[in-house]
Each structure stands twice: as C-alpha cells, then as structure tokens.
C-alpha cells in the first residue's frame, strides 16, 4: 500500500470518518487539494464510512462541484441565473465560450481555466455576475471578462 | 483631537464594486494628510452593508453622533478633496447626506435588519450595544413552552418560501420525546434574484447564531448545523469567525451564560445544488448522501437528521427570533396584514435601478415597491418575476397586487423568499420559460420521471412552439405544453418539479404573445 493518492485519501478521511455526514467534508478537502476526485478516491474512503463503493461514487455524482477530472487551475463560474438575464448574460455566456474556445465544464488545453455556469452568487442587482475560484466580479461585460482572463494569464 | 470613525462596508457586493480598494485608499490618503498637519487621528471600520445596493461603496463617516453617507464611491474617486470632504462631513458631489435621511433606507421597516450595516459584523460588543443577545437573555429566563408561545404569537411563517408556521413546527418538535433533537438551518439560497440570507450572514451573522440558540432552547436540541451554500465563500468566512467568538463568549458551546444549557453549532458547506435547498434533500446531504428529495411524511420535525426530530428553518425565519423574543411576539405581529405577519426583507435585483434589500411589513403592492426602487435602470419595465425561479412572471396589469402570502396565491403566485426580479422589454418571455424548464432538467432530483424527463420534453415543445410557423401548430404545441404542465404538477413529489409550471404557465398566460399566440 504505497500508493501515495491512496494514502493521502486515507489520512484525510481519517479526520472526518467519525462525523455525522463527515462524506461531504471530505469530498470538499479532496477536491480542493487534489483539484478533483482522484478515481480511487471512492473505494479507498468508503470502507472507513461503512459504506459500499457505489454510495460514494453516487454522492460524488450528485454534486456540480465535484469533478471527476483534473481541473484548470483557475475555475471561472459565469452566473446565467435569471436576474443576471436581465441584466445580459446570455451575451456574457455566448461570449465566453467564444472568447475562451471553451463549453460550459471544459478545461483549456494548457491547464489555467476551468468554465462553468452557476446559478446565482447573491449579486443579483449588478449582474452579469462572475466567480473565478474565490473572488467575485459584477457588472461583467465582454471588456471586463477579457482583463479578468488577461489578469489569469499574467499571474500563471 | 477625537477620532473621526469612518465606515468601508465589506460584503461579497461591495467588495465586489472595489470597497477593499476603497478602504485601502481612504487610509493611505488621510495618514498621508495626518503627516503633514499633524492632526486627526481616524478609525476605518469594514461594516456590513446598508443593503442601499446602487450606492455601494457607500462610505460614511460619523460626526456629532450622526452618520454622513457618500456614494457610489469607486476607488478612483478617493483623490484629496473627497477625503477632506469625508474627514468633515461636508458637501462633495457623492454627497448623499445623512444615511438615516436616505429616502429608500427612511422608508422601511427593518426588525429582522435593525443592524444591517452599523458596525464591524464580528464585533459581539457592539453586536450587544444594539440589542443583541436580548433575545436570548430573554428566552433562558422562559419555559421551552412559553418560547414557542412566544414565537407563536409573532404569527412568523418560514421566510424559505413555503410560509409554514413556524411555532407549529417547533411546538411538533418540542413535544417529540428523543435523545437527540437538532437545529438545521437551511442557508441555501439558491433562488436568483435573493441575497437576503447571504447579507444577514455576512453582516449580522451573531442574529443568526443567537436565533439557533433560541430554537434549541424552544425545543431541547443542543446541536445545530447551518447547511450554506459553497456559492458564498464570504458567508462562510464570516459565520466560521462569528461560531469562534461565540463560542469564546459562551454564547456556544457548554452551559451557556449559565444556564445551565449547552449547544454546539456547526457550519457545513453544500456542493452546487439547488434542490439541496428542499429540506429532505438538504438532511440527506448533511448526512453525507445523495441530496434526494424523500416524501412527507414522516416530516422532518418528527423524523429529520438522523431520524431524530429536527428543526429545519431559513436563515431570515431563524434571525427574526431575538426580535421577536426581545420585544415579544405581539410587537412582531402588530406588523404586516392578514395572516401574513411581519415584515419581509424582499430583494429587488435585476434590471432594477435602486437594487438592494428593502424591508418591509407584508400589505404594500407590488407597484409601490417597485417604485420606491426606481423602476428599471434602463429600457422600460415590463414584466416581473417574484418568489424566485418557481415564481410567477407578472405583467403590469398585477402590479397592485399586495405583497401578502395569500394575495400572492390568489394570482397564482407566490411571494418566497422575497426576491423580485425586474427586467425590461427586450425580455422575451417564451424564452424565460424555456430556462424554467431547462433549469428543473438540470438540477432535478431524479427521482420523479415528469420532473426530471418532464422538463426536458418542456424545453422541446417550447422550441418548436419559437419555431411554429402556422397558427395550427402553435395551438397543438401549446396544448402539448399545458398538458406538459399538469403531469409535472401533478405528479411531482415536491416543488421542484410542481412549481417548475409557474414561471412556464404565467408566462405564457400574461405575455401570450413572446409564444405567438394568436399570431396568423
Ligand atoms: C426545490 C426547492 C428549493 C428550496 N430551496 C430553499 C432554499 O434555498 N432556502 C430555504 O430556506 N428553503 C428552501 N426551500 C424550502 C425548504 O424545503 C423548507 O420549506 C424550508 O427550509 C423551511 O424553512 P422555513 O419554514 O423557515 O421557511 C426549497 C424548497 C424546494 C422545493
Ligand atoms: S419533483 Fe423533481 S426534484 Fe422533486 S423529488 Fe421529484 S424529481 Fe426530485
Ligand atoms: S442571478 Fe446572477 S448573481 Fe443572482
């Protein structure tokens, strides 16, 4: 047992395995240092939980956020949730796609972005609202969208 | 020389607009004037917010005990002659004058938001100096009994959007015989066009600790989880700290101010998805499973977390409980209409003027609110849609409805959680009932066939109802869509799928014409 994704999976599982519904946790801190949920991650943690492998693997699927791939290093969320409509989004939306060559859950070939939608981040007055990885970003209009991503590229 | 104060809020908004770089200006500038004459010394408090969105950053500064408001102040506008300006109070052309005298703010009634935005979130002193913690004081010298009669009073009906009394739900688990019973808020958020729980957590997040603290009273639950959404990183920052200083205070944790009780409290993060929200869901998910929706009952007051009884309540239901603990449920009850008692904090957002948080008693119409909000910000307003993305799309013609739960039903509506959305009219609604129904296919459950294949089929009939070139097709398509409608309301276990056909109904009903109808 050397294989050092498997004992990292095991260690931190180890933290939360005796809290209630400790699984969700878990799978947070597993996306957030792997960048995603490592295949083996399923059958490696769900012995420690007294759960089946497919429990798991169905918890993992049910959530947007878990990603079964590698992820960009940056995640770039654009909100396409109806007051952000009213505000132009879908242009924000087309445009994005266009710009960046990527669809909604696509990472860029040189592994620096991530694309994806959500569904509202509590902006809802100054849309087109954004989220990359933390950070947030209202009144987003193309010109904004391409100095956020230059902003990325400049700090790879 | 005194210490002029001067206030930078510090939500996700106005962070957002630039306020850190705001803040960070106002103090490079006045240490740098400070310098060369050698006077005032200043304090820069980070507060909440206002909820005055349009005017974020708004910056104020206090003098003679009174609150002077600037804005929207941008980074770029923070050159000498605002921060002279700002350091006297004195007139500059981002000049709003004294924030209580705001038109907007002057206006409402916040009870559940008397604090939003007056001091630095995490300070518990002055968290105490503007009554909080009364509540709680008030409720250990009270019976668990005479707590739900209290809330009972109030006539408080859950601000999560279905408006179930809330002492009914607390009075079913109070008279639950278990070992353990437990406090869940549901900080999911997830309807667009809301933020009212995301500014409570991230500028008064001790109400809401203090509102838990009371429930597991009410009942004799001694843990509670807060369920937030991971779409608000800033929220959970902020609840993280505030759950520490509670707990360093002995407002958390064991025996509590000395009474003899305890409770622990816990903040858990959700994994973007909006039906987490329904509260089976949402237990499921704290409980480390799939979110699946699982029918009523047993209800979660008898059998919630763990099968044990559980309390499950919004955030805003949950922090108006130390106003109503601390003035009693009557003072809460005198506000509002009907059986809808209170105030509500609606949320106007969109393409919306004056967005922002607006609280008030339920009975004023629609029309009147979107007034004092000033209408869109540009084109002209055209159709509304309230309660969310289950809410109805409205025209003009039900603008006067009153903001009540039951006028809103009587037009096959509902108020929610209180957001309403505005938008102009280069809306086309055919298309806002195509995200309706696109929405439901891509966050359902599963586990019902005419929510989770019912939405999808929906996407498809509207399309070809965009596309329909003859007056026949259009009718059949549209019938397709009614009779569409009915299965998803029908044979949905929860609203997911039932109320999906709100926005879908009323907007094919109101703006007929977005799908064609009638055309030759
Ligand atoms: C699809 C769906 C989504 C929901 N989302 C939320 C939500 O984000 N926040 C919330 O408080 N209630 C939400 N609810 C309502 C909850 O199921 C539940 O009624 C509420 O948490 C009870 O608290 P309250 O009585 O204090 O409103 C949702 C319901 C459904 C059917
Ligand atoms: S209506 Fe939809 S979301 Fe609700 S239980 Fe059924 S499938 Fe799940
Ligand atoms: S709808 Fe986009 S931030 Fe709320």
């Known amino acids: 047992m050397n294989d050092p994704i498997k004992s990292r999976l095991l260690e931190l599982a180890a933290n939360f395995k005796d809290e209630l519904g400790g699984v969700m946790p878990l799978l947070h801190q597993v996306q957030k240092q792997f960048g995603y949920i490592p295949e083996s991650c399923a059958v490696t943690v769900a012995p420690l939980f007294r759960l089946s492998t497919a429990e798991v693997e169905g918890v993992i699927s049910f959530y947007h956020q878990f990603k079964r791939e590698p992820q960009g290093k940056h995640r770039i969320q654009i909100c396409r949730a109806e007051a952000c409509q009213a505000n132009g989004c879908r242009e924000l939306e087309a445009f994005s796609k266009e710009y960046l060559q990527l669809e909604y859950g696509q990472t860029s070939a040189d592994g620096l972005l991530s694309l994806d939608s959500v569904y509202c981040l509590g902006l809802c007055s100054h849309g087109p609202a954004v989220r990359v990885d933390d950070d947030l970003f209202v009144e987003v209009g193309a010109e904004k969208l391409q100095s956020i991503v230059e902003g990325l590229n400049d700090g790879r | ?520």
């Open chain 2, 1 to 520: 020389m005194m210490a002029v104060n001067i206030y930078v809020p510090a939500d996700s908004l106005s962070i957002a607009l630039g306020a850190d770089d705001v803040a960070k200006r106002i103090a490079e500038k006045i240490t740098k004037k400070a310098k060369q004459c050698s006077s005032s010394n200043f304090n820069i408090t980070r507060n909440g917010t206002r909820g005055l969105f349009w005017l974020e950053t708004l910056v104020e500064v206090e003098i003679d005990g009174c609150r002077v408001a600037y804005g929207p102040v941008r980074p770029a506008d923070v050159d000498d002659s605002f921060v002279e300006a700002l350091c006297s109070g004195s007139d500059h052309r981002l000049s709003v004058g004294l924030t209580e005298e705001i038109p907007e703010l002057k206006c409402q009634q916040r009870l559940s938001f008397a604090r939003l935005g007056l001091n630095d979130p995490l300070d518990i002193t002055a968290y105490q100096d503007c009554g909080g913690f009364a509540g709680l004081r008030q409720a250990i010298q009270y019976s668990p009994q005479e707590i739900v009669d209290e809330v009972q009073s109030s006539g408080l009906r859950g601000r999560g959007g279905a408006a179930f009394p809330t002492a009914i739900k607390w009075q079913t688990v109070l008279d639950c015989q278990a070992d353990q019973k437990y406090i869940v808020c549901n900080a999911d958020e997830g309807d667009s066009g809301t933020f009212a729980d995301r500014l409570m957590m991230e500028a008064d997040p001790f109400c809401l600790i203090e509102g838990m603290i009371i429930a597991g009273l009410a009942v004799g639950a001694d843990q509670g989880f807060i369920y937030l959404r991971s779409e608000y990183p800033r929220a959970a920052d902020q609840l993280l700290s505030a759950i520490a200083i509670a707990i360093e205070k002995n407002f958390l944790g064991k025996n509590i101010l000395g009474s003899g009780r305890d409770f622990k409290l816990q903040l858990r993060i959700g994994a973007e998805a909006y039906i987490c929200g329904e509260e089976t869901s949402l237990l499921r998910s704290l409980e480390g499973k799939r979110g699946m929706v699982s029918a009523k009952p047993p209800i979660p007051a008898i059998s919630g977390l763990m099968g044990q009884p559980t309390i499950v309540n919004n955030v805003i239901t949950l922090a108006s409980i130390p106003i109503i603990l601390a003035k009693g449920g009557a003072f809460y009850a005198n506000y509002g209409q009907g059986r809808s008692k209170g105030t509500l904090a609606f949320q106007l957002a969109g393409n919306v003027k004056r967005g922002g948080l607006y609280e008030f008693a339920f009975g004023m119409s629609l029309r009147e609110l979107l007034t004092i909000a000033g209408g869109c910000k540009n084109g002209k307003l055209h159709a509304v849609q309230v309660g969310g993305p289950l809410g109805a799309y409205l025209p003009e013609s039900l603008w006067d409805t009153p903001l009540d739960y039951e006028a809103f039903m009587a037009i096959e509506a509902g108020v929610g959680h209180g957001g309403i959305v505005l938008f102009n009219d280069e809306v086309d609604l055919a298309q806002q009932a195509r995200f309706a129904m696109e929405f439901c296919a891509a966050e359902s459950c599963g586990k019902c066939t005419p929510c989770r294949i019912g939405s999808t089929r929906g996407v498809e009939v509207i399309d070809r109802i965009i596309a329909s070139d003859s007056a026949q097709e259009n009718k059949q398509q549209i019938e397709l869509l009614d009779d569409l409608c009915e299965t998803m309301e029908l044979g949905s276990l929860c609203a997911m799928g039932g109320m999906t056909v709100i926005p879908v109904r009323s907007a094919l009903k109101h703006f007929g014409e977005d799908f064609k109808v009638g055309a030759k």
